[in-house]
């Protein structure tokens, strides 16, 4: 089954367990070359998906935004702690 999502014509393919282990090497192509998403399922459920590196970068940087985001929230907010006192609560 495939699915597409309105930001981004992405295909996600589903794929059982079972199969996975029988095709492993293949599907693994079809992430590195062909850029393709791929949800295993176990007992019929989502368990994890494979899907590029490049997908994994952009999310990272995604995460790393919304950690600057709010830190600078915090910090507006005057929430936040000292770096020297950070270091001599850490024992540093």
């Known amino acids: 089954m495939r699915y597409y999502t309105k930001e981004r014509k992405v295909a996600m393919t589903n ?8 095709d492993f090497t293949d599907i693994a192509n079809r992430v590195i070359f062909g850029q393709e998403r791929i949800c295993i399922k176990k007992n019929n459920k ?4 494979f899907v590029p590196v490049e997908d994994v970068e952009i999310l990272e940087a995604l995460e790393d935004q919304i950690d600057v985001q709010a830190a600078k929230a ?7 702690i000292d770096l020297k006192v950070l270091a001599k609560q850490l024992g540093a």
Request: net charge positive.
């Open 46 to 49: 989502a368990a994890f998906a």
């Open 74 to 80: 915090a910090i507006k907010k005057g929430k936040f």
């Open 15 to 22: 794929v059982s367990m079972t199969k996975a282990r029988q």
